[in-house]
């Protein structure tokens, strides 16, 4: 089964850059989606197709995605964007979704 | 405004089934760019994946639940529903219902608010 592997947790200062890690063998040439969860809500979703933005979801949420690392970028943290984040691909080998551990993301 | 809502029994009794509907209203999920899926969170853990039906009643599951897993749907009631059969503790989770949308990549755009069954005699 494939897996993917992210961080544990992640500490960052308000204004500061926040980067989230996502592993997984050749995650670069599969379709990453990343989904943003507060404390008791249901996850959102924040970047599909490794980069793009679903409506409403600001521009300091950017994506990347190149050979075994996929990377979620929160520019200018805010309080508000404290959270667990979780990557997500597809596993054609046996088709279903696969998420990542998931990142916890503190705002200092 | 799309919402989708879970409902079922919160408590369920090892070994036997259960049982979950999720409630789609404000759109339709009998479309070919929609499947519909189920995501659990067991508590203080991260995202499983369930699986999923396209309108048409394809299914997909997760391998590691297959064997015990039902998805089906029914669009006149735009609803789809979940049955996890020979439950144990360990089945113990928030329940998400939640629109996958081809539009956007496959993605899971719309949630419902989930539901925390619990398996316990």
């Known amino acids: 089964s494939y897996v993917l592997t992210q961080p544990p947790s992640v500490s960052v200062a308000p204004g500061q850059t926040a980067r989230i890690t996502c592993g997984g063998n050749s995650i670069g040439s599969k379709t990453v989606h990343w989904y943003q969860q507060k404390p008791g809500q249901a996850p959102v979703l924040v970047v599909y197709n490794d980069s793009d933005r679903p409506s409403g979801i600001p521009e300091r949420f950017s994506g990347s995605n190149s050979g075994n690392t996929a990377t979620l970028t929160i520019s200018r943290v805010e309080a508000g964007d404290e959270a667990d984040f979780y990557c997500?691909?597809?596993?054609?080998?046996?088709?279903?979704?696969?998420f990542g551990t998931g990142t916890k993301v503190t705002v200092l | 405004q799309l919402q989708l809502q879970e409902s079922g029994p919160g408590l369920v009794k090892p070994s036997e089934t259960l049982s979950l509907t999720c409630t789609v209203s404000g759109g339709s999920i009998s479309s070919d760019i929609y499947y519909c899926d189920w995501i659990r969170q067991p508590p203080g853990k991260g995202l499983e994946w369930i699986g999923s039906?396209?309108?048409?009643?394809?299914?997909y599951s997760n391998p590691s639940l297959k064997s015990r897993v039902t998805i089906s749907v029914d669009t006149s009631k735009s609803q789809f529903s979940l049955r996890l059969s020979s439950v144990t503790a360990a089945d113990t989770a928030v329940y998400f219902c939640?629109?996958?949308?081809?539009?956007?990549?496959?993605?899971?755009?719309?949630w419902g608010q989930g539901t925390l069954v619990t398996v316990s005699s």
């Open positions: 997500q691909v597809w596993d054609s080998t046996s088709d279903h979704y696969v």
């Open positions: 039906i396209y309108y048409t009643g394809n299914t």
């Open positions: 939640a629109r996958r949308n081809i539009a956007v990549a496959g993605a899971e755009d719309s």
